[in-house]
Each structure stands twice: as structure tokens, then as C-alpha cells.
Nanobody, 115 residues
Framework: QVQLVESGGGLVQPGESLRLSCVAS????????LAWYRQAPGKERELVAG???????NYADSVKGRFTVSRDNAKNTVYLQMNSLKPEDTAVYYC?????????WGQGTQVTVSS
């Protein structure tokens, strides 16, 4: 059974940092491309950052220079380091793993940025 479990969300003030983690099980992690998406209330889910099997990364323009995605294949974990958080970063953040055939999603973790 495939599982993606996110953690690390919470309530922070503007300008602070959070690191999200997503641990995968049931898949051959190293051959999967990984991504973080987010969905704010009333808005569509959007891509935040992605990292390929080889480690190439891409980011939404809104988070470039503030967020960093990374992966540790030995730990079956993908991370999203979020710095200089803004209120508009408030959303549920989802981990996604895309393999040769199927795509899997985690259950999401809430990030709230508010003073």
C-alpha cells in the first residue's frame, strides 16, 4: 500500500520559516518525481515546487528565492523549506509522487501565516 505522509505544517507569523516533510512508503522512491502543491480556500490547487528523479528543481514564480525543495532517497523523504513566509502562502500543502505509471498524493498539511 502506497502512502505519502506530510508533516511540519503549523501557524507562523509573517517572515518566519517552516520545513515540510513528506515520507513515502510502498514505492520505489528514487524513480519518482516529487512535487509540492498547495490549495488555499476558494482557489485551485497549484504547483509550488518540484524535484525530478535526478534532482532538478522547479518553482512557482511566487515562491522563487524563498522556498527550497529537496529529497533524501535514503529516507524516502521530500522536503520543502519555506522561508520569509507571507500571509498569501496560507494553504493546505500536498505532497505528490509521480512514477512511471501512477501518481500518488498525500493527505495534506495546513500552513497558516498570520500575525
Amino acid at each position: 500500500q502506497v502512502q505519502l505522509v506530510e508533516s511540519g505544517g503549523g501557524l507562523v507569523q509573517p517572515g518566519e520559516s517552516l520545513r515540510l516533510s513528506c515520507v513515502a512508503s510502498g514505492i520505489r522512491f528514487s524513480v519518482y518525481a516529487l512535487a509540492w502543491y498547495r490549495q488555499a480556500p476558494g482557489k485551485e490547487r497549484e504547483l509550488v515546487a518540484g524535484i525530478s528523479e535526478g534532482g532538478s528543481t522547479n518553482y512557482a514564480d511566487s515562491v522563487k528565492g524563498r522556498f527550497t525543495v529537496s529529497r533524501d532517497n535514503a529516507k524516502n523523504t521530500v522536503y520543502l523549506q519555506m522561508n520569509s513566509l507571507k500571509p498569501e502562502d496560507t494553504a493546505v500543502y500536498y505532497c505528490q509522487a509521480t512514477g512511471p505509471i501512477l501518481t500518488y498524493w498525500g493527505q495534506g498539511t495546513q500552513v497558516t501565516v498570520s500575525s
